[in-house]
């Protein structure tokens, strides 16, 4: 066993090693802080180990830093690169769906079908913002202005989604020629106009259409509250804001449903208590839960359009 000769901080001396082996080859590096995942954090970390290869690029929520450069895609058309550098220009966060369907059909299908978007973007494997188009060395989980372009999964009741119920045939004979191969699939379920065809749909709070939504997103993004961090699951949100707005969206769709006008509704709930006992989490039956694998399930159902991705070590992914 090794002698203890250091510090209470790093009694086997362990930092003062790894900084000598780093300096011998060459590299740059810092001693990590406890909660890195990484022994010697190295400078300029993803030309060192880039996880995208050259198609496309994940960065695991947890990881230290984001891409700072897109890849090189010699093969990318004049066009597709212009498009992707302007939309990179306009928002520094897509929903690939709502991007797509911005450009020409020509153009969106040549950066769906080569991935071309890695040009100038990288995309988050999970947490808040996952799946999104961010802008290179652009990094959302470090200010909290970035609340107003997180995801947020919200459960829509089972019985919508069930033919032998009155409600559920009701959805499947009105929305049931919206899909996500419709360009104009994002703008209708955000504008709540259509009804997602998933159980558990994913949504863009910047695109999200009701103003109790939007208000409460920028109370989020206006928060003085210093002390707390981005979190995997709720973002930039606490956790009321977070349920309120799930609950919100939810009575959109139902108002939808009823045949009303969701955008009228939501608008003269605004000044009225907020009706938390109403929880989308409540069900006679067990279900799944907005974060756990069955609710992942139906999210990765909004990204299908996006072709075929290797994510063999997920079964939901």
Request: aromatic share 6%; net charge negative.
């Amino acid at each position: 066993m090794k002698a203890v000769k250091g510090g209470a901080n790093d009694p086997f001396e362990l930092g003062e090693e790894g900084d000598a082996n780093a300096r011998a080859m060459g590299g740059v590096s810092l001693r990590p802080s406890l909660f890195t995942r990484d022994d010697i954090p190295v400078a300029d970390y993803f030309t060192q180990r880039d996880t995208g290869a050259t198609t496309t690029r994940e960065v695991d929520f947890h990881e230290i830093a984001v891409p700072t450069r897109g890849l090189d895609m010699e093969e990318a058309s004049p066009e597709a690169s212009r498009a992707m550098r302007a939309l990179m220009a306009e928002r520094e966060m897509w929903a690939p769906l709502a991007a797509l369907a911005r450009l020409p059909k020509d153009v969106a299908d040549e950066i769906l079908a080569r991935k071309l978007h890695a040009m100038c973007s990288y995309s988050f494997a999970n947490g808040p913002f996952k799946r999104l188009w961010i802008k290179v060395g652009v990094d959302p989980r470090f200010d909290r202005a970035y609340v107003r372009s997180q995801t947020i999964t919200v459960r829509l009741p089972s019985n919508w989604f069930q033919d032998d119920d009155p409600e559920g045939a009701r959805r499947k004979a009105r929305f049931a020629s919206c899909s996500r191969s419709d360009r104009g699939y994002h703008d209708a379920v955000h504008g709540f106009r259509s009804i997602p065809d998933v159980r558990h749909p994913v949504l863009t709070l910047a695109d999200v259409a009701l103003p109790s939504v939007r208000a409460a997103v920028e109370l989020a993004a206006a928060s003085a509250d210093h002390s707390s961090a981005c979190d995997e699951r709720r973002g930039w949100l606490p956790h009321g804001l977070h349920r309120k707005i799930q609950r919100a969206i939810v009575r959109g769709y139902q108002a939808l449903l009823d045949g009303d006008d969701p955008i009228t509704a939501d608008e003269a709930s605004m000044g009225a208590p907020d009706d938390a006992h109403v929880d989308d989490d409540a069900s006679p039956s067990p279900v799944a839960a907005p974060d756990s694998p069955r609710a992942d399930a139906d999210a990765l159902a909004e990204y299908e359009i996006l072709g075929d991705q290797d994510d063999s070590e997920d079964e939901y992914e």
